[in-house]
């Protein structure tokens, strides 16, 4: 596997798998070492549970609903949810996370699930302006340090989201982040807030 920070870096497994398999809420998920996985499965499935609540996937869901997975990983939220909606977009910067997700995508029989790996602010523009769905739902699952400020400005620039999760695990860090999100409409913050 590449290394996040250091692309020279390769990882070598000496014992054991180069993998580990985990379940979070009946589907199975691997997880390479450079790919983040909420490892307190029991708090995460609450969590998970709450962000699905919070998303308010009815029954037309399946049939209209496009969920962004905005900060991925290894596809966990997304995939929870991709039997209650049309299709799930997943966007995530670290390659061997995305490679994972795929996997996990083929584990879960979650066959409409697409990943897209390169910076959120790359390649959510091009990936969303193609989506025709009544309706879109991001979830955003930032790492500890929040987004980079060009990936907010992405998100308000997406006119089709409707609705967005936010899940954040350091609220300090990330509430920059809320409060971007959430102003009015300015030069440096076009779209419409949330």
Not at 59 to 67: G, I, K, M, R, W
Not at 160 to 165: A, F, I, K, Y
Request: proline share 4%; hydrophobic share 40%; net charge negative.
């Amino acid at each position: 596997a590449s290394g996040l920070t250091d692309p020279e870096r390769t990882i070598h497994s000496v014992v054991g798998k180069e993998a580990m398999i985990d379940t979070l809420l009946g589907k199975k998920f691997r997880v390479s070492p450079d790919a983040f996985f909420q490892v307190n499965v029991p708090a995460a499935e609450v969590l998970y549970k709450l962000v699905g609540d919070w998303c308010s996937f009815d029954s037309e869901a399946v049939n209209n609903t496009c969920l962004l997975d905005i900060c991925c990983g290894t596809g966990t939220i997304g995939q929870i949810y991709s039997d209650q909606v049309k299709r799930v977009l997943g966007f995530e910067l670290v390659e061997q996370a995305v490679a994972d997700a795929k996997v996990n995508a083929e584990m879960n029989e979650a066959t409409n699930c697409t990943y897209f790996v390169g910076k959120a602010e790359h390649t959510m523009h091009t990936v969303v302006r193609d989506v025709q769905d009544a309706r879109v739902v991001g979830i955003v699952d930032p790492p500890r340090a929040g987004l980079h400020t060009n990936v907010v400005k992405a998100i308000r620039r997406c006119p089709q989201l409707e609705t967005l999760v936010f899940v954040a695990c350091n609220f300090k860090a990330s509430s920059t982040n809320i409060v971007d999100l959430c102003r009015p409409t300015s030069k440096n913050y076009q779209g419409t807030p949330f």
